[in-house]
Protein backbone atom coordinates (compact mmCIF):
# COMPACT_ATOMS: atom_id res chain seq x y z
CA UNK A 1 0.00 0.00 0.00
CA UNK A 2 1.18 3.30 -0.97
CA UNK A 3 0.18 6.67 1.16
CA UNK A 4 0.60 9.92 -0.83
CA UNK A 5 0.09 13.17 1.78
CA UNK A 6 0.68 16.32 -0.14
CA UNK A 7 0.29 15.89 -4.67
CA UNK A 8 0.55 12.87 -6.87
CA UNK A 9 1.73 13.94 -10.46
CA UNK A 10 1.91 11.05 -12.86
CA UNK A 11 4.54 11.92 -15.85
CA UNK A 12 4.63 8.69 -17.42
CA UNK A 13 4.66 5.11 -17.04
CA UNK A 14 1.65 2.79 -14.64
CA UNK A 15 1.71 2.34 -11.11
CA UNK A 16 1.31 -1.19 -10.59
CA UNK A 17 -0.53 -1.95 -7.18
CA UNK A 18 -1.16 -5.46 -7.44
CA UNK A 19 -4.03 -6.01 -5.32
CA UNK A 20 -2.98 -2.57 -2.97
CA UNK A 21 -4.29 0.78 -2.38
CA UNK A 22 -2.83 3.83 -3.30
CA UNK A 23 -4.15 6.25 -0.91
CA UNK A 24 -3.84 10.31 -1.84
CA UNK A 25 -5.22 12.08 1.71
CA UNK A 26 -4.67 15.26 0.51
CA UNK A 27 -8.50 16.36 -0.20
CA UNK A 28 -7.95 19.23 -2.77
CA UNK A 29 -9.56 17.89 -5.89
CA UNK A 30 -6.36 19.26 -7.75
CA UNK A 31 -3.91 16.85 -5.83
CA UNK A 32 -3.86 14.68 -8.72
CA UNK A 33 -2.13 16.02 -11.78
CA UNK A 34 -1.67 14.43 -15.16
CA UNK A 35 -3.53 11.37 -14.70
CA UNK A 36 -5.32 10.12 -17.96
CA UNK A 37 -8.75 8.04 -17.79
CA UNK A 38 -7.99 6.15 -21.22
CA UNK A 39 -5.30 5.47 -23.63
CA UNK A 40 -2.49 3.18 -22.34
CA UNK A 41 -0.23 5.72 -19.61
CA UNK A 42 -0.33 8.00 -16.76
CA UNK A 43 -2.73 5.46 -14.85
CA UNK A 44 -2.76 3.44 -11.88
CA UNK A 45 -2.88 -0.15 -12.09
CA UNK A 46 -5.50 -0.85 -8.71
CA UNK A 47 -6.91 0.51 -6.16
CA UNK A 48 -7.12 4.53 -5.93
CA UNK A 49 -8.35 5.96 -2.62
CA UNK A 50 -8.80 9.66 -2.21
CA UNK A 51 -9.91 12.27 0.95
CA UNK A 52 -12.46 14.94 -0.12
CA UNK A 53 -13.03 18.31 0.86
CA UNK A 54 -16.85 17.00 0.97
CA UNK A 55 -17.68 19.23 -2.66
CA UNK A 56 -15.95 19.24 -5.89
CA UNK A 57 -15.28 16.82 -8.44
CA UNK A 58 -12.55 14.08 -8.72
CA UNK A 59 -11.05 12.43 -11.37
CA UNK A 60 -9.95 8.45 -10.82
CA UNK A 61 -7.26 7.42 -13.55
CA UNK A 62 -7.32 4.01 -13.06
CA UNK A 63 -6.92 1.13 -15.03
CA UNK A 64 -6.94 -2.93 -15.78
CA UNK A 65 -4.54 -5.18 -17.39
CA UNK A 66 -4.99 -5.63 -20.84
CA UNK A 67 -7.63 -2.69 -21.12
CA UNK A 68 -5.36 0.36 -20.72
CA UNK A 69 -6.80 3.10 -18.44
CA UNK A 70 -10.45 3.02 -17.78
CA UNK A 71 -11.14 5.95 -15.56
CA UNK A 72 -13.98 7.92 -13.87
CA UNK A 73 -14.75 11.24 -12.37
CA UNK A 74 -17.31 12.11 -9.31
CA UNK A 75 -18.57 15.20 -8.47
CA UNK A 76 -19.70 15.33 -4.77
CA UNK A 77 -23.33 16.88 -4.51
CA UNK A 78 -24.27 16.59 -0.87
CA UNK A 79 -21.66 15.28 2.02
CA UNK A 80 -20.59 15.84 5.66
CA UNK A 81 -17.20 16.66 6.40
CA UNK A 82 -14.52 15.08 4.62
CA UNK A 83 -15.20 11.83 3.19
CA UNK A 84 -13.30 9.00 0.99
CA UNK A 85 -14.20 7.80 -2.21
CA UNK A 86 -12.63 4.30 -3.26
CA UNK A 87 -12.54 2.37 -7.07
CA UNK A 88 -10.86 0.25 -8.78
CA UNK A 89 -11.43 -1.82 -12.33
CA UNK A 90 -12.67 -5.60 -11.89
CA UNK A 91 -14.13 -8.17 -14.87
CA UNK A 92 -17.89 -7.17 -15.25
CA UNK A 93 -19.77 -9.76 -12.79
CA UNK A 94 -23.14 -7.67 -12.62
CA UNK A 95 -25.70 -9.02 -14.87
CA UNK A 96 -28.90 -6.20 -15.67
CA UNK A 97 -31.45 -7.32 -13.40
CA UNK A 98 -34.15 -6.40 -16.13
CA UNK A 99 -32.70 -7.63 -19.54
CA UNK A 100 -35.12 -5.62 -21.47
CA UNK A 101 -35.83 -1.35 -20.99
CA UNK A 102 -38.83 0.70 -23.03
CA UNK A 103 -38.11 3.92 -23.95
CA UNK A 104 -39.72 5.87 -26.91
CA UNK A 105 -36.64 6.31 -29.06
CA UNK A 106 -37.94 7.31 -32.54
CA UNK A 107 -41.07 7.07 -34.66
CA UNK A 108 -42.13 3.89 -36.42
CA UNK A 109 -43.70 3.45 -39.74
CA UNK A 110 -47.20 1.72 -40.15
CA UNK A 111 -47.03 -2.40 -41.11
CA UNK A 112 -44.81 -4.90 -39.98
CA UNK A 113 -42.18 -5.51 -37.12
CA UNK A 114 -39.35 -2.47 -37.41
CA UNK A 115 -35.70 -2.90 -35.76
CA UNK A 116 -34.66 0.17 -34.38
CA UNK A 117 -32.69 2.64 -36.48
CA UNK A 118 -34.81 1.68 -39.47
CA UNK A 119 -37.82 4.06 -38.25
CA UNK A 120 -38.54 7.53 -38.48
CA UNK A 121 -37.56 10.61 -36.87
CA UNK A 122 -39.22 12.34 -34.20
CA UNK A 123 -40.99 10.47 -31.55
CA UNK A 124 -44.78 8.48 -31.48
CA UNK A 125 -45.68 8.40 -27.77
CA UNK A 126 -45.06 4.75 -28.70
CA UNK A 127 -42.72 2.56 -26.00
CA UNK A 128 -39.73 1.06 -28.07
CA UNK A 129 -38.12 -2.48 -26.98
CA UNK A 130 -34.30 -1.82 -25.75
CA UNK A 131 -32.81 -5.20 -25.10
CA UNK A 132 -29.29 -5.54 -23.46
CA UNK A 133 -27.57 -7.69 -25.04
CA UNK A 134 -24.10 -5.44 -25.14
CA UNK A 135 -21.81 -5.29 -22.07
CA UNK A 136 -18.47 -3.84 -21.32
CA UNK A 137 -15.64 -6.26 -20.34
CA UNK A 138 -14.68 -4.54 -16.98
CA UNK A 139 -17.17 -3.12 -14.03
CA UNK A 140 -16.09 0.25 -12.10
CA UNK A 141 -16.27 -0.62 -8.32
CA UNK A 142 -16.68 2.69 -6.15
CA UNK A 143 -17.23 2.30 -2.53
CA UNK A 144 -17.62 5.59 0.40
CA UNK A 145 -14.96 4.25 2.86
CA UNK A 146 -16.55 5.54 6.35
CA UNK A 147 -19.92 6.94 4.40
CA UNK A 148 -20.72 11.00 4.51
CA UNK A 149 -21.59 11.11 0.78
CA UNK A 150 -25.26 11.30 0.24
CA UNK A 151 -25.79 12.21 -3.19
CA UNK A 152 -23.25 12.12 -6.47
CA UNK A 153 -22.52 12.27 -9.94
CA UNK A 154 -20.52 9.94 -11.73
CA UNK A 155 -18.66 9.70 -15.21
CA UNK A 156 -17.21 6.65 -16.19
CA UNK A 157 -15.00 6.67 -18.99
CA UNK A 158 -15.42 2.99 -20.55
CA UNK A 159 -13.02 3.00 -23.88
CA UNK A 160 -11.07 1.04 -26.08
CA UNK A 161 -11.37 -2.96 -25.08
CA UNK A 162 -13.53 -1.91 -22.25
CA UNK A 163 -16.44 -0.14 -24.74
CA UNK A 164 -18.88 -1.55 -27.29
CA UNK A 165 -20.50 0.32 -30.51
CA UNK A 166 -24.53 0.02 -29.95
CA UNK A 167 -27.33 0.49 -32.26
CA UNK A 168 -28.06 4.36 -33.24
CA UNK A 169 -31.51 5.32 -33.35
CA UNK A 170 -32.56 7.60 -36.78
CA UNK A 171 -32.69 10.56 -33.99
CA UNK A 172 -28.52 9.94 -33.43
CA UNK A 173 -29.50 8.11 -30.02
CA UNK A 174 -26.72 5.49 -29.40
CA UNK A 175 -28.42 2.69 -27.34
CA UNK A 176 -26.02 2.51 -24.34
CA UNK A 177 -26.67 2.72 -20.55
CA UNK A 178 -24.62 3.19 -17.16
CA UNK A 179 -25.64 0.79 -15.19
CA UNK A 180 -25.11 0.65 -11.34
CA UNK A 181 -25.95 -2.62 -9.62
CA UNK A 182 -27.43 -3.54 -12.83
CA UNK A 183 -30.02 -1.03 -13.17
CA UNK A 184 -29.90 2.46 -15.25
CA UNK A 185 -30.13 4.41 -12.04
CA UNK A 186 -30.85 4.68 -8.01
CA UNK A 187 -30.96 1.35 -6.88
CA UNK A 188 -35.23 0.19 -6.94
CA UNK A 189 -36.04 2.52 -9.86
CA UNK A 190 -39.40 1.43 -11.30
CA UNK A 191 -39.25 -1.30 -13.65
CA UNK A 192 -42.63 -1.50 -15.65
CA UNK A 193 -43.32 0.28 -18.51
CA UNK A 194 -45.40 2.75 -18.05
CA UNK A 195 -46.34 6.39 -20.29
CA UNK A 196 -42.87 7.22 -21.83
CA UNK A 197 -40.63 10.18 -20.30
CA UNK A 198 -37.54 11.18 -20.55
CA UNK A 199 -37.22 12.48 -16.81
CA UNK A 200 -38.15 9.81 -15.40
CA UNK A 201 -35.09 7.69 -13.60
CA UNK A 202 -34.82 3.93 -14.48
CA UNK A 203 -36.61 1.76 -17.03
CA UNK A 204 -38.62 4.62 -18.30
CA UNK A 205 -35.58 6.52 -18.85
CA UNK A 206 -33.78 6.60 -22.50
CA UNK A 207 -30.01 5.39 -22.48
CA UNK A 208 -28.09 7.51 -20.21
CA UNK A 209 -24.55 7.28 -21.73
CA UNK A 210 -21.93 7.36 -19.89
CA UNK A 211 -23.12 9.05 -16.65
CA UNK A 212 -26.13 8.95 -13.67
CA UNK A 213 -26.24 11.90 -11.51
CA UNK A 214 -28.49 12.57 -8.12
CA UNK A 215 -27.12 8.73 -6.76
CA UNK A 216 -27.42 8.15 -3.32
CA UNK A 217 -25.89 5.26 -2.84
CA UNK A 218 -22.54 3.26 -4.24
CA UNK A 219 -22.01 0.08 -5.90
CA UNK A 220 -20.76 -1.53 -9.21
CA UNK A 221 -20.86 0.26 -12.50
CA UNK A 222 -20.90 -1.50 -15.80
CA UNK A 223 -22.35 -0.37 -19.46
CA UNK A 224 -24.83 -2.11 -21.12
CA UNK A 225 -26.31 -1.48 -24.73
CA UNK A 226 -28.19 -3.03 -27.20
CA UNK A 227 -27.78 -4.10 -30.77
CA UNK A 228 -30.45 -4.69 -33.44
CA UNK A 229 -31.11 -8.34 -32.44
CA UNK A 230 -33.73 -7.66 -30.14
CA UNK A 231 -34.94 -4.01 -30.02
CA UNK A 232 -38.31 -3.70 -31.44
CA UNK A 233 -41.72 -2.36 -30.92
CA UNK A 234 -43.54 -5.54 -29.27
CA UNK A 235 -47.05 -4.34 -30.49
CA UNK A 236 -47.27 -1.35 -32.79
CA UNK A 237 -50.77 0.58 -32.35
CA UNK A 238 -52.11 1.33 -35.81
CA UNK A 239 -55.05 3.41 -34.39
CA UNK A 240 -57.30 3.64 -30.97
CA UNK A 241 -60.67 5.51 -31.30
CA UNK A 242 -63.77 5.91 -29.42
CA UNK A 243 -67.61 6.48 -30.69
CA UNK A 244 -70.82 7.70 -29.53
CA UNK A 245 -73.84 5.38 -30.32
CA UNK A 246 -76.69 6.62 -28.27
CA UNK A 247 -76.18 5.97 -24.71
CA UNK A 248 -73.37 3.82 -25.08
CA UNK A 249 -69.41 4.07 -26.60
CA UNK A 250 -67.78 2.22 -29.02
CA UNK A 251 -63.82 1.88 -28.48
CA UNK A 252 -61.98 0.62 -31.63
CA UNK A 253 -58.12 -0.29 -31.90
CA UNK A 254 -56.12 -2.28 -34.31
CA UNK A 255 -52.39 -2.95 -34.23
CA UNK A 256 -50.21 -3.08 -37.34
CA UNK A 257 -47.85 -5.96 -35.44
CA UNK A 258 -48.16 -7.90 -32.32
CA UNK A 259 -44.67 -9.38 -31.14
CA UNK A 260 -45.34 -11.87 -27.82
CA UNK A 261 -48.74 -10.05 -26.96
CA UNK A 262 -50.41 -12.27 -24.23
CA UNK A 263 -53.67 -9.22 -23.64
CA UNK A 264 -55.33 -6.10 -23.54
CA UNK A 265 -56.76 -4.22 -20.84
CA UNK A 266 -58.73 -1.63 -20.94
CA UNK A 267 -59.33 0.63 -18.31
CA UNK A 268 -61.30 3.68 -17.90
CA UNK A 269 -62.07 6.56 -16.00
CA UNK A 270 -64.18 9.31 -14.76
CA UNK A 271 -61.54 12.12 -14.15
CA UNK A 272 -58.21 10.49 -16.29
CA UNK A 273 -56.41 10.56 -12.96
CA UNK A 274 -57.87 7.22 -11.09
CA UNK A 275 -58.77 4.41 -13.99
CA UNK A 276 -59.84 0.73 -13.70
CA UNK A 277 -60.32 -1.82 -15.19
CA UNK A 278 -62.91 -2.05 -17.69
CA UNK A 279 -62.12 -5.58 -19.46
CA UNK A 280 -59.34 -8.18 -21.03
CA UNK A 281 -59.31 -8.51 -24.41
CA UNK A 282 -56.95 -11.85 -25.12
CA UNK A 283 -53.99 -10.50 -28.06
CA UNK A 284 -52.65 -12.30 -30.93
CA UNK A 285 -49.40 -13.70 -30.10
CA UNK A 286 -47.64 -12.12 -33.10
CA UNK A 287 -48.90 -10.82 -36.18
CA UNK A 288 -47.01 -8.97 -38.74
CA UNK A 289 -51.01 -8.12 -40.64
CA UNK A 290 -53.15 -5.17 -39.20
CA UNK A 291 -56.08 -6.69 -36.40
CA UNK A 292 -59.10 -5.27 -35.57
CA UNK A 293 -60.20 -5.35 -31.58
CA UNK A 294 -63.54 -3.50 -30.75
CA UNK A 295 -65.46 -3.27 -26.80
CA UNK A 296 -68.90 -1.81 -26.09
CA UNK A 297 -69.28 -0.18 -23.14
CA UNK A 298 -72.59 0.03 -21.91
CA UNK A 299 -72.38 2.18 -18.50
CA UNK A 300 -71.46 5.98 -19.60
CA UNK A 301 -70.30 9.15 -17.00
CA UNK A 302 -72.33 12.22 -17.45
CA UNK A 303 -69.66 13.91 -19.50
CA UNK A 304 -66.36 12.87 -20.70
CA UNK A 305 -65.53 9.03 -20.46
CA UNK A 306 -61.11 8.62 -20.32
CA UNK A 307 -60.25 5.36 -21.66
CA UNK A 308 -56.44 4.08 -22.34
CA UNK A 309 -55.16 0.94 -23.40
CA UNK A 310 -52.89 -1.23 -21.64
CA UNK A 311 -50.83 -4.27 -23.35
CA UNK A 312 -49.37 -7.28 -21.82
CA UNK A 313 -46.52 -9.21 -22.92
CA UNK A 314 -46.84 -13.32 -22.25
CA UNK A 315 -43.79 -12.32 -19.55
CA UNK A 316 -46.00 -9.91 -17.82
CA UNK A 317 -44.46 -6.79 -18.96
CA UNK A 318 -46.69 -3.87 -20.13
CA UNK A 319 -47.31 -0.74 -21.92
CA UNK A 320 -49.63 2.02 -21.79
CA UNK A 321 -50.67 4.01 -24.94
CA UNK A 322 -52.21 7.16 -25.06
CA UNK A 323 -55.36 8.29 -23.58
CA UNK A 324 -58.55 9.21 -25.41
CA UNK A 325 -61.95 10.57 -24.28
CA UNK A 326 -65.72 11.13 -25.86
CA UNK A 327 -68.43 12.68 -24.21
CA UNK A 328 -71.78 11.05 -25.65
CA UNK A 329 -73.99 13.57 -23.86
CA UNK A 330 -75.50 10.86 -21.16
CA UNK A 331 -77.46 14.10 -19.39
CA UNK A 332 -79.69 14.01 -22.66
CA UNK A 333 -81.27 10.09 -21.30
CA UNK A 334 -83.92 10.32 -18.84
CA UNK A 335 -83.40 7.25 -16.75
CA UNK A 336 -81.16 7.53 -14.07
CA UNK A 337 -77.74 5.15 -13.90
CA UNK A 338 -75.61 3.17 -11.34
CA UNK A 339 -72.12 2.62 -11.69
CA UNK A 340 -69.90 1.21 -9.34
CA UNK A 341 -65.61 0.60 -10.10
CA UNK A 342 -63.42 -0.75 -10.14
CA UNK A 343 -65.22 -3.97 -10.03
CA UNK A 344 -64.23 -6.14 -8.46
CA UNK A 345 -62.70 -3.73 -6.30
CA UNK A 346 -60.46 -4.22 -3.01
CA UNK A 347 -61.08 -1.80 -0.07
CA UNK A 348 -62.76 1.11 -2.04
CA UNK A 349 -65.70 0.74 -4.26
CA UNK A 350 -66.45 4.02 -6.22
CA UNK A 351 -70.41 4.88 -6.70
CA UNK A 352 -71.53 7.19 -9.55
CA UNK A 353 -75.24 7.95 -9.74
CA UNK A 354 -76.14 9.42 -12.91
CA UNK A 355 -78.84 11.63 -14.28
CA UNK A 356 -80.73 11.82 -11.03
CA UNK A 357 -84.10 12.67 -10.47
CA UNK A 358 -84.75 13.39 -7.24
CA UNK A 359 -82.78 15.07 -4.42
CA UNK A 360 -82.75 12.14 -1.97
CA UNK A 361 -82.19 8.47 -1.72
CA UNK A 362 -80.53 5.97 0.02
CA UNK A 363 -77.61 3.61 -0.82
CA UNK A 364 -77.71 -0.32 0.48
CA UNK A 365 -75.45 -2.95 0.28
CA UNK A 366 -76.77 -6.52 0.62
CA UNK A 367 -74.38 -9.93 0.90
CA UNK A 368 -74.96 -13.01 -1.22
CA UNK A 369 -77.86 -13.93 1.51
CA UNK A 370 -79.67 -10.76 0.88
CA UNK A 371 -79.15 -9.39 4.36
CA UNK A 372 -78.56 -5.89 4.80
CA UNK A 373 -74.69 -5.29 5.82
CA UNK A 374 -75.00 -1.03 4.77
CA UNK A 375 -77.23 1.69 4.45
CA UNK A 376 -77.02 5.73 4.14
CA UNK A 377 -79.16 8.61 3.02
CA UNK A 378 -77.94 10.85 0.73
CA UNK A 379 -78.98 14.57 -0.41
CA UNK A 380 -77.97 17.00 -3.08
CA UNK A 381 -79.12 18.70 -5.56
CA UNK A 382 -77.02 17.57 -8.46
CA UNK A 383 -77.73 15.48 -11.26
CA UNK A 384 -74.96 13.79 -10.93
CA UNK A 385 -73.33 11.92 -8.15
CA UNK A 386 -70.43 10.37 -6.46
CA UNK A 387 -68.83 9.25 -3.01
CA UNK A 388 -66.39 6.24 -2.50
CA UNK A 389 -67.62 3.90 0.07
CA UNK A 390 -64.92 1.71 2.27
CA UNK A 391 -65.43 -1.36 2.16
CA UNK A 392 -61.89 -2.57 3.57
CA UNK A 393 -63.74 -5.15 6.39
CA UNK A 394 -65.96 -6.54 3.60
CA UNK A 395 -65.40 -10.59 3.63
CA UNK A 396 -64.36 -11.25 -0.18
CA UNK A 397 -67.55 -11.94 -1.89
CA UNK A 398 -70.64 -10.71 -4.44
CA UNK A 399 -72.50 -8.15 -3.19
CA UNK A 400 -75.35 -6.57 -4.15
CA UNK A 401 -75.37 -2.59 -4.42
CA UNK A 402 -78.68 -1.19 -3.98
CA UNK A 403 -79.61 2.85 -4.81
CA UNK A 404 -83.50 3.58 -3.99
CA UNK A 405 -85.34 6.65 -4.09
CA UNK A 406 -89.04 7.58 -4.08
CA UNK A 407 -89.65 6.95 -7.66
CA UNK A 408 -85.99 4.64 -8.88
CA UNK A 409 -84.86 1.60 -7.70
CA UNK A 410 -81.44 0.75 -9.06
CA UNK A 411 -78.99 -2.23 -8.47
CA UNK A 412 -75.49 -3.31 -9.89
CA UNK A 413 -73.52 -6.55 -8.47
CA UNK A 414 -70.32 -5.52 -7.10
CA UNK A 415 -67.91 -8.13 -6.23
CA UNK A 416 -64.80 -8.23 -2.99
CA UNK A 417 -61.89 -9.53 -4.21
Same mark, same amino acid.
Given at each position: ? #????? %? &??????? #????ANTLFLTNSSSSSLVGGSTSGTDKYILGKLQRTTTGTGTYTFPIGYTGHGAQGLSVKLNSSSGTPNLLAFLEPNATPPIYSIAYCDVEAHPGGGTHIIGTGTTGYDGILDKIEFNLASALQWDV????????SYNITVYGNGTNNFTPITTVNGLELRYLMKNGEPGNTGVPTGTAEPSF???GFLMCPTGYSLSGLTSF???? &???????GSVLPVELFDFTAECNNSTSILKWSTASETNNDYFILEKSKDML??????RIEGAGNSNTILSYSVIDNELFEGDNYYRLKQVDFDGRTTIYNTISINCDKSAYESPTLIAYPNPFTNELNV???? *???? %???LELYDN #??? *? #??????STTETSFHTILDM??? *?????? *????SDNNVLNVKVVKK
Open positions: N #ITVSN %E &LTLNSGI #IDLGTNPGGGISSETSHFD &LRGADGGNFFELTVIEN *LQET %EFV #IGK *L #IFSQTYNNL *LPSVYN *LRSR
